[in-house]
């Protein structure tokens, strides 16, 4: 490993050479040169006198913001002997699973295209792209003939990949030993249990005021509600992303989430992103791509049917559309296991659901450019491990063995029966985590879950919520005997609340 | 062998031998000791003081280095400079298993001046694993103080040749021309080195969108 020296330093120089030329260190340098006709800056101590003059003008805080974000979103550097391909994935199989799996879906978009004689990329003709741009804010009143598309896979045949990663350097014998998993997951990856959860998750505890318990009906405000809404106003007011993250940890109020998002993001909707998005939505109009028809038919098959986000079927096609041609989507790509296909279009195939990623997110942002930075951003911070083979502690497979280990340990005669019955739990929730619950929440509880993973900036709550789900309805499920039946009793979860669910999971149940 | 040195860093070349495993005398069957051992020795019986080694873990748990120095002569000791490092945080999981490691010579309990040998004792306590080694040893000596790179050094050796009187007026001055080529020079070496990874635009390749196929090789 990096000694702590070294890896400081390879960390700034990181961070420098990625915020260098940005427009933050235009706009400083801009405001740097405007100061020195300030009266109060003085030609002896003139680097002194600037570095003030940014930090009450609060652009040292804009950078505080930029350099926190970079922090937060790229691992810390590797060891300068390991190879690029080391800091995606540093197991060697899993890099292996991840192409085989990437070879297969590509194998079955190919096929797509050639059984359909349609081609991957086309220009559109020019009335169809005036047609097009008439339309733009309601393409949901489009009816494409969709029937012959299919999505490219759903997360149950993700689920079928995951369970047949094996390591083969384990020793994975037919007898069973203390080594086989009794879930679904055989890897033998590091995760958490419930004491050191409930130190990292330490904001969610007992004594500790949350939206979603404390602003109930029953309680009056005065106890914690409104000091909560205050300091969220104040955290606003200061611009600091590090004290919004934290913040966050508590729940954000409703009217204050769609900025402290943004704040944590770092998303400030400058000029020059509105006119990216414009360029990407000009570059909708005129080509047409194959992953459109996918991403149509996926909005129809899942957001279109939703009770709560019928409603944003254009705001959905907007931003997808546009997301499915973002080059600066690429980036991610290097710490991300996943690798983009051999071609000039973005390299994010949408599977059966992916646009539950962005539907929640329209309850907030109405502008369309906005609605679609926070979602980059979210996607390539937290989502695109939701369905990529990594061992990142974050990361599908992670979450998956945290479920089935958390569930084994504090529930084993649940576990022991649903096994039994053939219904493994994983089978049941694994539809959940991959979605973030969206879609299976109700929305309010929805963002509530989000604020989390936003503060703590990890997935990990999803795992502790869907064995909370199982511990809550533990009575139900010990007396099903099928999997259908198991799922029945899993299928509604509109009614939950999360916050009490997960607090009394980690912090109230006897270990 | 992949790995970047830094500058002006070369590897030592040596000899390893692969992981031999710890057998108890007398043993009919191999069993799965779960201690290894490799020895390095520098060829040609040579010495060499070692500044930092560089190496891929593979499943190993625990690390124990012992070093031969040279000295007076007669029976050489092992002196252990490492005990138990750590490799793996929690043996029976993945982390940390196919990491990249450095250890240096700051971190030895001993003197690594004028080595002749080293011994590699691995351990990996978990019988969970079925093979445990480390690979792409690299044994780096202490860095040479190199030349300053930015600049090259002949250029600042120039001496002036003999002026000749220039017969044409309009004709600039060599000297001032030849200062401002090497300002120049400077600058864009400067440039080259300090790349910014922002996004300048976006460019448009002629022709791809028109993409029939995905390739996947």
Redesign the interface.
């Known amino acids: 490993?990096?000694?702590p020296d070294s890896g400081l330093s390879l960390t700034i120089a990181r961070i420098v050479?990625?915020?260098?030329?940005?427009s933050l260190?235009s706009q400083l340098e801009r405001q740097a040169r405007v100061s020195l006709h300030k009266p109060e800056i003085k030609l002896e101590s003139l680097k002194e006198d600037i570095k003030d003059f940014l930090k009450t003008s609060g652009w040292e805080k804009k950078l505080q913001n930029a350099v926190y974000s970079e922090l937060n979103v790229f691992p810390s550097p590797?060891?300068?002997?390991?190879?690029p391909e080391?800091m995606k994935e540093?197991?060697?199989y899993m890099r292996k699973a991840q192409g085989s799996w990437?070879?297969r879906i590509?194998?079955s978009?190919?096929s797509m295209?050639?059984e359909l004689s349609i081609?991957?990329?086309?220009?559109r003709p020019a009335s169809e792209q005036k047609e097009l741009l008439n339309k733009w804010n309601e393409m949901g009143t489009d009816e494409p003939d969709l029937s012959l598309f299919r999505p490219v896979y759903a997360p149950k045949d993700f689920l079928e990949v995951l369970m047949n990663l094996r390591?083969?350097?384990?020793?994975n014998g037919e007898q069973p030993s203390f080594?086989n998993h009794l879930g679904l997951i055989q890897?033998?990856?590091?995760v958490k249990d419930i004491p050191e959860l409930k130190e990292d998750f330490s904001e969610l505890g007992l004594n500790t005021g949350q939206l979603g318990i404390d602003d109930s009906a029953q309680v009056p405000p005065e106890f914690f509600e409104n000091e909560h809404v205050r300091v969220g106003q104040k955290v606003l007011a200061e611009q600091d992303s590090a004290a919004a993250q934290q913040y966050v940890r508590q729940g954000c109020p409703t009217a204050l989430r769609a900025d402290l998002w943004a704040l944590i993001l770092n998303i400030s909707n400058q000029p020059e992103d509105i006119l990216y998005y414009e360029?990407l939505k000009s570059n909708v109009i005129q080509?047409d791509l194959l992953v459109d028809s996918l991403i149509y038919k996926d909005v129809k098959l899942t957001a279109s049917n939703d009770d709560y986000y019928f409603v944003f079927e254009d705001y959905l096609y907007q931003v997808l559309l546009c997301f499915s041609r973002d080059?600066?989507v690429l980036d991610h790509f290097t710490y991300s296991s996943a690798t983009p296909?051999?071609?000039?279009?973005r390299g994010v195939i949408p599977f059966h659901g992916f646009s539950m990623y962005v539907a929640p997110l329209c309850f907030l942002y109405h502008e369309p450019s906005k609605l679609y930075q926070i979602f980059r951003e979210m996607y390539v911070r937290f989502f695109f491990r939701l369905h990529s083979i990594s061992?990142h502690p974050s990361g599908i497979v992670s979450l998956c063995l945290l479920f089935e280990t958390l569930l084994q340990t504090h529930l084993p005669q649940l576990f022991y029966h649903l096994r039994e019955i053939g219904a493994q739990p994983l089978r049941i929730s694994f539809k959940w985590m991959v979605r973030a619950f969206s879609g299976y929440l109700a929305t309010d509880q929805l963002l509530l879950l989000w604020d989390r993973i936003l503060g703590y900036n990890s997935l990990e709550v999803l795992a502790v919520l869907a064995a909370a789900v199982f511990a809550f309805r533990a009575v139900n499920l010990m007396e099903v005997t099928s999997l259908a039946a198991a799922e029945a009793v899993l299928a509604d979860l509109s009614t939950l609340k999360v916050m009490p669910l997960l607090q009394i999971f980690l912090f109230a149940t006897v270990t | 062998m992949s790995g970047a040195a830094g500058p002006g860093r070369a590897p030592l070349p040596c000899a390893a031998r692969a992981a031999a495993a710890l057998q108890l005398p007398g043993g009919a069957e191999a069993a799965r000791p779960g201690v290894a051992v490799i020895d390095l020795r520098f060829p040609r019986g040579g010495a060499a003081d070692v500044q930092e080694i560089v190496f891929k873990n593979f499943y190993t748990a625990f690390l124990s280095l012992r070093v031969q120095r040279a000295g007076p002569p007669g029976p050489r000791r092992w002196v252990t400079c490492l005990r138990d490092h750590r490799l793996m945080p929690s043996p029976h999981t993945e982390e940390g298993s196919q990491d990249y490691f450095s250890l240096r010579r700051h971190q030895m309990l001993c003197d690594m001046e004028q080595v002749t040998a080293l011994r590699f004792i691995l351990r990996q306590p978990s019988p969970a694993w079925l093979h445990f080694s480390i690979e792409e040893l690299q044994v780096f000596p202490p860095a040479q103080k190199s030349p300053q790179q930015d600049f090259p050094s002949w250029l600042s050796q120039l001496t002036p040749p003999e002026q000749p009187a220039s017969p044409h007026r309009e004709l600039p001055d060599p000297e001032k021309v030849s200062t401002e080529v090497q300002q120049m020079w400077v600058l864009t070496e400067v440039i080259r080195a300090r790349q910014a990874a922002a996004r300048i635009g976006r460019f448009d390749v002629d022709g791809c969108y028109d993409v029939n196929l995905l390739s996947y090789t």
């Open positions: 490993m990096l000694d050479q990625r915020l260098q030329g940005s260190h590797c060891h300068p002997a390991a190879p080391h540093p197991l060697a990437e070879k590509l194998k978009l190919n295209c050639t081609p991957l990329a086309q220009k390591n083969p350097n384990y020793e080594r890897v033998p990856l590091k360029q080509y080059t600066s296909p051999k071609s000039y279009i061992s």
